[in-house]
């Protein structure tokens, strides 16, 4: 998977969020986008999964040497947000059950998924009734395992302890080959491990780059 990004710039009203914005993601690394609060990181990880539109610019992809369409994307990525949310009214194994008919896991069942995870006491609790950190594991668990060569992290680490920022890390190292990773973040332990480092802000129309 590759994604090019050409004079790139994206726009809310009058305010530019970022700007003339050229840079190139391949596959096989993970790339941290970093910022302050506000700086335009879940702006720029939405326009990629093409769920926004740029204001200007162009946006590319390609996989295995075939250009894929920009409206075609979401069938090559898997992301996890805050503010993309899991279906409350779903049990875990129902989630898990309606995901898989939409996407495929990564050679791995559903009751696997569930213990790997760490959420088998809880495979038949509603949604809704998890805590934010067991939805935080849920939606990272869903995102890593399934197969997709894009996987789009948003503050990953969001709602997580201490064991649950290990078992983000470990089964995020576990499943990177060949993938292209892009996290957005501004907290070291989510992506100091990354191999490449996209700061927004010199891509602010004001700032000096
Ligand atoms: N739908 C929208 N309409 C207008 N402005 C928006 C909209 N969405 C985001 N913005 C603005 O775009 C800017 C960048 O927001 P964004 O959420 O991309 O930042 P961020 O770097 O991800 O922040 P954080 O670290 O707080 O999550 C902010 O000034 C925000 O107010």
């Not at 191999?195 to 129309?205: N, Q």
Request: hydrophobic share 35%; net charge negative.
């Amino acid at each position: 998977m590759q994604v090019k990004l050409s004079a790139l710039g994206k726009r809310y009203n009058f305010e530019w969020i970022f700007r003339n914005l050229d840079y190139e993601f391949s596959a096989g690394n993970i790339y941290a986008v970093l910022g302050h609060n506000g700086s335009g990181k879940s702006t720029l990880i939405n326009t990629i999964s093409g769920f926004l539109l740029p204001s200007e610019g162009q946006l590319s992809f390609s996989h295995q040497n075939a250009t894929i369409p920009v409206e075609e994307i979401y069938r090559y990525l898997s992301y996890a947000a805050p503010y993309l949310e899991t279906v409350e009214e779903f049990t875990l194994t129902e989630i898990l059950e309606f995901h898989t008919r939409f996407k495929q896991l990564r050679q791995i069942s559903v009751p696997e998924l569930i213990d790997r995870m760490r959420l088998q006491k809880s495979r038949d609790k509603y949604v809704k009734d998890f805590s934010s950190g067991m939805k935080q594991r849920l939606k990272l668990g869903l995102a890593i395992y399934t197969e997709a060569p894009l996987l789009l992290l948003d503050e990953p680490t969001t709602n997580l302890d201490q064991e649950g920022i290990d078992w983000y890390l470990e089964h995020l190292h576990q499943n990177k080959q060949d993938r292209l990773i892009i996290i957005g973040s501004n907290i070291s332990h989510e992506y100091s491990f990354a191999d490449e480092r996209l700061h927004i802000t010199d891509y602010h129309p004001v700032a000096k780059k």
